[in-house]
C-alpha cells in the first residue's frame, strides 16, 4: 500500500486549522462574556456603591439627630454590649469613646446617697434582658463628684433573622426639673406657712375687739376682717396640704438675742390665748446671744407656741420659759427653750412621726381642730440648719413639752448685736 505524504500533512494540517478556530471561536466568546460579566459587575458595584454611600449617609443623619438630642440613648443587645451610644450617654456616663467597652467614671445609685446598684440592677444589664421599663428613676454620680437624677426608659427594637435581639436604652437628665420642682414647693411651703401665724394674731386681736361694746358700723367692719381672714386660713392650709414638704433654704446667720425673739412670739399669740381662755406665759431668763436667722428662728417659737394654744383647752395653760445651761465637759453652753402645755397631749405610738410631713396625732384629728401636719417637721428641720435639737415628750390628756436646745455664742460675753428681731406680728 503506498503511502502518500502530502494527503496526511494536508490531513493534519486541517485538523490544527480547525482546532486553533474552534479555540479562538471560545476564546473570544470567552473574552465577550467576560467584557459582559465585567460591566454588569461594575453597573452592580456602583448600585451597591450608591446604596452603601446612600446608608452612611442616613446613618450620619441618625446620629446628627440622635448627638443633637439631650437624652442619652444607647443600643444594647442581650449580651450586654453597648452597640450604639450618643454623645448625651457619653457624657453623662463618662464614657471612653473610643472603646465603650471600658467601664464608665459615673456610678448609678438608688437614691441619692444611698447604695450603689448591683450589676445586674443597672439599666443596662436590665435592658439586655428585654426588661421593658418607662420613666424609673435613679440617682448618678458622676466623676465630677455632682450627683444627677435620671429617668429610664426601653423600647423593643426590630431586628432582623440574621441580626442579635436589641433593645433601645433611653436616659433623661431630670435634675433641673426635680430641683425646680423642689424649689416650688419649698417657696410654696415657706411663703404661706409663714402667713399662717401672723394672719392668727389678726384673727386672734380681732376677736378680742368683736368682745368689746364698738358702734354698730365698726363691728361689721371687723366681722368683715374676721371672715376674710378665716377664708386666708383656709387658702393657706390647702396651699400647703398640696405643696409644702420641704424645708425653707438656710439664710446668713447673725447675731441676736433669743430672749427678745422668744418674747417677741409670744406676746403675739397672747390675743388668741387670751380668747380661748388659755394663759400663756413666759419666763425670759438671761440674754441669751446665739448665732441665727432670725427670721426662721421666729418661725419655730411661733410654730411651737401655736400649737400649745391651740391644742389647749380652756382653762389650761402654756408656760413658755428660756435658760442658758453649761458649759458642758467640751465647754458648750446651751440656750435651752421649752414650751409646756396642759393640752390634749400625744399618744406614744404617734410620737415617732411626729416631725413626718402631713402626719397629724390621733388625738389632734380627734379634736377637729385644723392643721397641716406640716410646722413641727419644717421646725425641726429648721433647728437642725441651726447645729440645735428639736425635742418631744407628751402624755395624752397631760399635755407637752417642747424642748429647743441651741448652741449659745462662743463669745457670749459680748452684747448681742442689732440683728433681725422681729416685731408681733
Known sequence: ????????????????????????????????????????????????????????????????????????????????????????????????????????????????????????????ARAARGELFSDERLWLFDAEGRWHVLSASTRELVHGPAEPETTLLVIRDVTEAVEAEAARRTLATTVTHELANPLTAIVGYTDLLLEEDLPERSRDRLELIEAAGQRMEHLIAEVLRACGRDAPLEEPHRRIDARALLGASVESFLPAATAGDV?????????????????????VFDNLVNNAVKYTPRAGSVAVAL?????????????????????????????????????????????????TGLGLGISRRIVDQHGGTLTLTSEPGAGTVATVRMPLALDADDEPGPGPVPEGD
Open 323 to 371: 435658760d442658758v445651761e453649761g458649759p458642758d465637759e467640751a465647754g458648750r453652753r446651751d440656750v435651752t427653750i421649752t414650751v409646756r402645755d396642759s393640752g390634749i397631749g400625744i399618744a406614744p405610738g404617734d410620737l415617732p412621726r411626729i416631725f413626718d410631713d402631713y402626719f397629724r396625732a390621733e388625738t389632734a384629728r380627734d379634736a377637729g381642730l385644723p392643721g
Open 1 to 124: 500500500m503506498t503511502h502518500n505524504p502530502s494527503a496526511a500533512s494536508t490531513l493534519r494540517f486541517l485538523v490544527v486549522l480547525l482546532s486553533l478556530t474552534f479555540i479562538s471561536i471560545t476564546i473570544h466568546n470567552s473574552a465577550r462574556r467576560s467584557r459582559a460579566f465585567t460591566r454588569l459587575l461594575r453597573r452592580q458595584t456602583d448600585r451597591l456603591e450608591s446604596t452603601l454611600e446612600r446608608v452612611r449617609a442616613q446613618e450620619r443623619r441618625v446620629n446628627q439627630v440622635l448627638n443633637g438630642l439631650d437624652s442619652a440613648i444607647a443600643r444594647v443587645d442581650n449580651e450586654g454590649r453597648l452597640l450604639g451610644i450618643n454623645d448625651a450617654y457619653v457624657a453623662l456616663y463618662g464614657m471612653d469613646v473610643r472603646d465603650a467597652t471600658r467601664p464608665s467614671t459615673s456610678v448609678e445609685y438608688d437614691t441619692r446617697g444611698g447604695t450603689a446598684l448591683r450589676e445586674a440592677d443597672r439599666p443596662v
Open 279 to 299: 394663759a400663756l406665759t413666759l419666763r425670759p431668763g438671761p440674754e441669751a446671744p446665739i448665732d441665727a436667722d432670725a427670721f426662721r428662728l421666729r418661725q
